[in-house]
Each structure stands twice: as structure tokens, then as C-alpha cells.
């Protein structure tokens, strides 16, 4: 069964994992898209487990999202 993560821990996985800042202060569960501050300090939106299986850390102009063929 997969770990429920509370904000803290997450907070704390960005922070260590990351050079983007976490805005977000509630977490809902899995489905729910947290606010995030990328390092260039564009505002952007991922869902944490995108976020942290998909290792996208940053915001679509420093990290483009791969096309999908």
C-alpha cells in the first residue's frame, strides 16, 4: 500500500529534493495539485507524485515537459 504523505513531509521532500519552493499549504491526497515556486521564480502546478516519480521539479520554461511519441 503506498505511504500517505502529510504536507510537512512534503514540504520536507521538496525542500532536500529540489531547488523549487513548495506554496502550497494543505494537502488533499494524491489527485490534488500543489503550488510550487521554480527556482527562476516562476510560479507552477504539479501533483506530488509527478512531481516527485516523474522528477518534475521545476517549471514547464526550465524543465519543458518531454513530447510524447
Same mark, same amino acid.
Given at each position: 500500500?503506498?505511504?500517505?504523505?502529510?504536507?510537512?513531509?512534503i %514540504?520536507?521532500?521538496?525542500? $532536500?529534493? +529540489?531547488?523549487s519552493?513548495?506554496?502550497?499549504?494543505?494537502?488533499?491526497?494524491? +489527485?490534488? %495539485?500543489?503550488?510550487? &515556486? !521554480? +527556482?527562476?521564480? +516562476? $510560479?507552477?502546478?504539479?501533483?506530488?507524485?509527478?512531481?516527485? $516519480?516523474? $522528477?518534475?521539479? &521545476? !517549471?514547464?520554461?526550465?524543465?519543458?515537459? %518531454?513530447?510524447?511519441?
Amino acid at each position: 500500500m503506498n505511504k500517505r504523505w502529510t504536507i510537512g513531509e512534503i %514540504k520536507e521532500f521538496v525542500e $532536500n529534493n +529540489s531547488e523549487s519552493q513548495l506554496l502550497t499549504t494543505e494537502y488533499q491526497g494524491f +489527485s490534488q %495539485k500543489l503550488q510550487f &515556486k !521554480c +527556482s527562476c521564480g +516562476s $510560479n507552477f502546478e504539479k501533483t506530488f507524485t509527478k512531481f516527485k $516519480n516523474n $522528477n518534475q521539479r &521545476k !517549471c514547464d520554461l526550465c524543465e519543458p515537459p %518531454k513530447e510524447s511519441r
